[in-house]
């Protein structure tokens, strides 16, 4: 077992292309930490300096404290599950397991004895001589666990491994997977570009974008105080809504002003504004946090229903504002007609206000006091 | 634009059963979905509607009419493949432009007309700038706009779209949901689109099939099909994560549940009625979904059972929590506020105005 720890690091490729861009960040021994981002966000490259495929341009990588970077892979005692599973079509569960540990020479009997109790371990006694391409996705992805843990690495590293399953494959390898590596106890790197895999099986997580870390925190943190506008609208299904506003303020009260909407913000933010003070901001609120209602009352906007979405226990309503829409989530079965108008209230809360020049979330400080 | 129908269509290959028996009415303009897990026979169904597939025995009618010797060009029917399958040496343009260019079209309209056509899809779907790009440079979303517009271009009688987005990045998913349910609006096309995501049946669908190893089990608007299912494996199929089905012994006020540590489940007067009325057996299941379940504390009065928290995943504003209770697991669907942490006792509440029942032997809803 053993702590990852990444000190400025940078990945520059031929041609200037910096896929990564001074990247810092510790994943503490035993703990589950996912890399999360779009395509191109720099994660399988900083996945692949750890493993010690790719060289590191700049910085250093420790495991345990001890500097990596010139270690071969072999003698980094990582382990990897892929995607596709990489199980060899051919061989039993029991050979694919057995085969790292053959490949470094081990005597049978000690083979066996830890093919065994992997085998225990995972659920997977029953069918240890089955032939690997006749199993079930859930079988092959506990079979590839085996295999990455029979040799006792001291980093479990998954690069997308259940990102390319049906979705109702896919909640449930999610919940297995989460559970096993707990059962595990092994340092685990995460690598997922679905924000939902992450949030639910992290201990924490480091949002990437365009080669640089956003942020790093724990699912809720980082879905209720977002550092900026990018992890804000990355996190969370549907994604948030975001809209450049006006800051109005008149005998001490402040109000948040677009063409579509108007609304008073409450005494919380009254207060952030009057030692903060800012004239153009762009909100950002969440579809859950759009509380919606067909009577008109005091402090609500009158938005226009575009589009209904059923999801089953919950509704995906989509609102007109000005020339993009908004998404508000509603539980349960309500049904507004296209064309509707209806009244929403932002339940301030849990909005946030980005700044128009930089995408940083003006308050971020404050709302981490709170 | 075109109704579709299928009667009693039947196809085999070799011993296994795809299609069994299906029979479905896809009214004009409508947007039908086929809800399946892989291997069910979604593919197959709809080759067989573009008459790639010929099936054993059933008609096909199109637009009322029985098309089923008729040859695919024929049907004038335009799929649009889950890999896109766009031609990747051909420009967009030139991709939007290959079916007005097939054999039995090439004559019918001039040169100019073609264009203006390629032009006016383009547009529509908001790919008018990536005209002279190549597929390899087009993101998976307008490569997507661009299958869809090769299948616009010919004025089809009909869309079958197989799995047009259960493949698509997570982010790009949601967008292309709304997006295609507007598309189709606005063209007012006929479509038929298979796929194995419940939330994708749901959210774009006028009427859904759900289809299981070659036969229908369900047809109905998406809020039938997810609020009065008509088996439990529609039941489980609907809803994420699925429905917690316990099997009790009914026995009038009450159930007992059916479990290593049972427990007595208040049954609500109206039920009853209903059960008392068209139960033969009082072994029946009883259907939670994992949303109708509160948390409270193991003493309280309203605590009907009493678990473990044992995984917990957080998403956001709603986590869900597997709860171990003796040797069986509930899923339960709540605000993240309220969530417990691993290990915990817990009890739990049902909401009862929410129950469903099955016949425990025919697995159909009472």
């Keep these: 077992m053993a702590s990852v720890e990444l000190r400025n690091v940078w990945k520059i490729y031929k041609g200037d292309v910096e896929a990564v861009k001074d990247v810092s960040w510790k994943c503490e021994d035993r703990e589950f930490f996912s890399i999360l981002g779009p395509s191109g966000c720099g994660k399988s490259s900083s996945l692949r300096m750890i493993a010690g495929l790719e060289e590191i341009s700049k910085g250093q990588i420790f495991f345990n404290g001890k500097v990596m970077n010139k270690m071969r892979p072999r003698e980094r005692n990582v382990a990897m599950v892929f995607e596709n599973w990489a199980l060899y079509p051919n061989l039993s569960v029991y050979e694919n397991i057995a085969f790292p540990l053959r490949a470094r020479n081990m005597s049978k009997d000690a083979i066996d004895k830890k093919v065994k109790s992997a085998a225990k371990f995972l659920d997977l006694e029953p069918i240890l001589n089955k032939n690997a391409r006749h199993l079930s996705g859930g079988e092959m992805q506990r079979v590839s666990i085996g295999r990455a843990i029979v040799r006792e690495p001291d980093v479990l590293i998954m690069d997308e491994p259940i990102s390319h399953l049906d979705a109702s494959l896919r909640a449930r390898m999610r919940e297995e997977l989460k559970a096993q590596v707990s059962r595990l106890g092994v340092t685990t790197l995460y690598i997922t570009h679905d924000q939902v895999e992450s949030m639910a099986m992290a201990d924490r997580i480091a949002v990437m974008n365009l080669g640089e870390t956003q942020q790093i925190g724990t699912p809720l943190d980082i879905y209720h105080h977002p550092f900026n506008e990018f992890v804000a609208g990355f996190i969370g299904e549907p994604p948030a809504n975001f809209v450049d506003c006006d800051v109005l303020q008149e005998d001490g009260k402040y109000s948040i002003a677009c063409p579509a909407f108007h609304f008073e913000l409450n005494e919380v933010w009254t207060k952030r504004f009057t030692t903060n003070s800012q004239q153009r901001i762009r909100l950002g609120v969440r579809p859950e946090d759009i509380c919606i209602s067909f009577i008109e009352s005091a402090n609500c906007c009158g938005l226009e229903v575009d589009f209904v979405e059923i999801q089953g226990d919950r509704t995906i309503i989509t609102l007109k504002v000005e020339d993009r829409l908004f998404l508000s989530e509603v539980l349960g079965d309500v049904r507004p007609e296209v064309g509707q108008t209806i009244y929403v209230k932002f339940n301030q809360e849990h909005i946030h206000f980005f700044s128009l020049e930089d995408g940083r979330n003006v308050f971020f400080d404050e709302e981490m006091e709170n | 634009m075109a109704s579709?129908?299928?009667?009693?269509?039947?196809?085999?290959?070799?011993?296994?059963?795809?299609?069994?028996?299906?029979?479905?009415?896809?009214?004009?303009?409508?947007?039908?979905?086929?809800?399946?897990?892989?291997?069910?026979?979604?593919?197959?169904?709809?080759?067989?509607?573009?008459?790639?597939?010929?099936?054993?025995?059933?008609?096909?009618?199109?637009?009322?009419?029985?098309?089923?010797?008729?040859?695919?060009?024929?049907?004038?029917?335009?799929?649009?493949?889950?890999?896109?399958?766009?031609?990747?040496?051909?420009?967009?343009?030139?991709?939007?432009?290959?079916?007005?260019?097939?054999?039995?079209?090439?004559?019918?309209?001039?040169?100019?007309?073609?264009?203006?056509?390629?032009?006016?899809?383009?547009?529509?779907?908001?790919?008018?700038?990536?005209?002279?790009?190549?597929?390899?440079?087009?993101?998976?979303?307008?490569?997507?706009?661009?299958?869809?517009?090769?299948?616009?271009?010919?004025?089809?009688?009909?869309?079958?779209?197989?799995?047009?987005?259960?493949?698509?990045?997570?982010?790009?998913?949601?967008?292309?949901?709304?997006?295609?349910?507007?598309?189709?609006?606005?063209?007012?096309?006929?479509?038929?689109?298979?796929?194995?995501?419940?939330?994708?049946?749901?959210?774009?669908?006028?009427?859904?099939?759900?289809?299981r190893e070659g036969v229908v089990q369900q047809i109905g608007t998406p809020d039938e099909v997810y609020y009065k299912p008509r088996n439990i494996f529609v039941a489980q199929f609907l809803g994420d994560p699925p429905m917690n089905l316990l099997p009790v012994d009914y026995q009038g006020d009450f159930a007992v549940v059916d479990c290593q540590s049972p427990y007595k489940l208040p049954i609500p007067r109206k039920d009853q009625n209903l059960l008392n009325e068209k139960i033969g057996s009082c072994q029946i299941v009883i259907g939670v979904r994992p949303r109708d379940i509160r948390f409270v504390n193991p003493d309280d009065p309203s605590a009907l059972t009493k678990g473990t928290i044992k995984i917990v995943e957080t998403l956001g504003q709603t986590t869900i929590v597997n709860v171990q209770v003796v040797s069986e697991e509930i899923k339960v669907k709540t605000h993240t506020d309220s969530v417990p942490k691993v290990g915990t006792q817990i009890g739990m509440a049902y909401d009862l105005d929410n129950l469903y029942y099955f016949d425990r032997d025919t697995s159909l809803s009472i």
């Design chain 2, 4 to 211: 579709l129908e299928l009667q009693n269509i039947t196809k085999t290959f070799g011993k296994k059963i795809a299609l069994d028996d299906v029979s479905f009415k896809c009214k004009e303009g409508e947007m039908f979905c086929l809800l399946g897990a892989s291997g069910a026979g979604k593919s197959t169904c709809i080759n067989v509607i573009s008459g790639v597939v010929q099936p054993d025995a059933g008609k096909v009618l199109l637009g009322g009419e029985d098309c089923s010797d008729a040859f695919p060009q024929a049907r004038n029917v335009a799929t649009a493949f889950e890999n896109y399958a766009l031609y990747p040496h051909m420009t967009v343009r030139e991709n939007l432009l290959f079916p007005l260019n097939s054999p039995i079209r090439k004559k019918r309209s001039s040169k100019a007309e073609k264009e203006a056509r390629v032009r006016e899809v383009a547009e529509m779907l908001g790919i008018q700038e990536l005209l002279e790009r190549h597929p390899q440079e087009l993101s998976g979303g307008q490569k997507q706009r661009v299958a869809l517009g090769r299948t616009l271009v010919r004025r089809p009688n009909m869309f079958l779209l197989d799995e047009p987005i259960s493949h698509l990045d997570a982010k790009l998913r949601h967008r292309m949901r709304s997006e295609l349910k507007r598309i189709q609006r606005e063209f007012g096309v006929t479509t038929l689109y298979s796929t194995p995501d419940q939330l994708e049946a749901l959210s774009m669908a006028d009427t859904v099939a759900v289809i």
